[in-house]
């Protein structure tokens, strides 16, 4: 069965200060990895798929990358306006767009 | 022009009743999901649709049951609701079934059931 790990749950950063969240994946052959983006009281929003090991992908202050394990965002220079959940999810071979979901980190960014 | 509309947005009843849930996609996808969303936010996948045929059915109580009248809407049937079906539900779209496409989501309906 596929599973996805995150971490951490939470994270609280000053505005401006950088960093990385974690996401451990197990998955028999992995069609896709996705990063969305909750807000309180809303669905998610997709960020970003990663297909394959060292590929990356940007945007704003977001940068995704994927090995074969574990994908990483990093979140340069954040603002208050990045604060919510972020949830990763992977596609494995089984197919038909079964998404597992990760539990999401909680990011706080404080001005 | 909400892309993924549903309906209500909260719901409170009682248990032991019936409720629907309603979902409706204005972007012409072939395929749309449930997911649960539990108090802990572990989303997981309840069901998934391609153009109104039933693909994905995770091991969900026969007490869910969902309806796709054509390909833009997905229901959601709750009978004999319990305390545990509460939650946040979300209704999603993708463009087809094969292949990576991300999906996207509505805006949630919180049950409640007391």
């Known amino acids: 069965e596929d599973q996805v790990t995150q971490s951490p749950e939470a994270l609280r950063l000053q505005e401006g200060e950088s960093s990385s969240l974690n996401c451990s994946y197990t998955v028999s052959g992995l069609r896709g990895l996705f990063w969305y983006r909750q807000d309180p009281g809303k669905g998610p929003e997709f960020l970003f798929t990663?297909?394959?090991a060292g590929e990356e992908k940007e945007k704003e202050r977001l940068k995704a990358t994927l090995t074969k394990k574990e994908s990483f965002l990093h979140i340069t220079a954040p603002k208050p306006e990045d604060s919510a959940t972020y949830l990763c999810?992977?596609?494995?071979?089984?197919?038909?767009?079964?998404?597992?979901f990760g539990t999401g980190t909680k990011l706080q960014v404080i001005p | 022009d909400t892309a993924v509309s549903q309906t209500p947005k909260y719901l409170v009843t009682q248990m032991g009743n019936d409720k629907s849930i309603k979902c409706e996609q204005n972007?012409?996808?072939?395929?749309m999901y449930w997911y649960k969303q539990d108090s802990k936010k572990f989303l997981k996948i309840m069901f998934s649709y391609n153009n109104k045929e039933l693909i994905i059915n995770e091991t969900v109580p026969n007490r869910f049951s969902p309806k796709s009248p054509d390909k833009a809407h997905l229901n959601l049937h709750i009978n004999s609701l319990e305390l545990g079906d509460s939650a946040v539900y979300f209704c999603?779209?993708?463009?087809?079934?094969?292949?990576?496409?991300?999906?996207?989501f509505g805006p949630g309906t919180r049950l409640t059931v007391t």
């Open positions: 999603a779209s993708s463009q087809a079934l094969q292949g990576d496409y991300e999906q996207y």
């Open positions: 972007l012409g996808h072939d395929t």
């Open positions: 999810a992977v596609e494995g071979a089984g197919g038909y767009q079964k998404v597992t």
């Open positions: 990663l297909y394959s």
